[in-house]
């Protein structure tokens, strides 16, 4: 119990800067820019700076990974059927 990592709650609500949403993300913050501009993320514009709530943050990060996922697993048919890989899955694996 003395290694447990702390916890910080906040709203959903939250609308952190782009350099902190990217950070969130692992993500340059230029990168961010350009999901926001290509509508891959809603954001608002508060003056001249953009701002995501951290809903969307979280929405957006949990499609990416289940996009991935999806990738990963179709690649890993293909090359499993193609003979290049012999790839066994767990159950319950992610």
Same mark, same amino acid.
């Given at each position: 119990?003395?290694?447990?990592?702390?916890? %910080? &709650?906040?709203?959903? @609500?939250?609308?952190?800067?782009?350099?902190?949403? @990217? #950070?969130? +993300?692992? &993500? $340059?913050?230029?990168?961010?820019?350009?999901? +926001?501009?290509? /509508?891959?993320?809603?954001?608002?514009?508060?003056? =001249?700076?953009?701002?995501?709530?951290? #809903? #969307? +943050? +979280?929405?957006?990060?949990?499609?990416?990974?289940?996009? =991935?996922? %999806?990738?990963?697993?179709?690649?890993?048919?293909?090359?499993?059927? $193609? /003979?290049?890989?012999?790839?066994? &899955?767990?159950?319950? @694996?992610?």
């Amino acid at each position: 119990m003395v290694n447990v990592n702390g916890v %910080t &709650i906040v709203p959903l @609500a939250t609308r952190p800067t782009t350099q902190e949403a @990217a #950070d969130f +993300l692992g &993500i $340059s913050r230029p990168t961010l820019v350009k999901l +926001l501009e290509s /509508g891959a993320m809603p954001f608002e514009t508060v003056g =001249r700076h953009r701002r995501v709530t951290l #809903d #969307d +943050l +979280l929405n957006y990060q949990e499609k990416e990974q289940a996009r =991935r996922r %999806t990738v990963l697993a179709q690649a890993a048919r293909n090359n499993q059927e $193609s /003979g290049v890989l012999t790839l066994t &899955i767990m159950p319950g @694996a992610k």
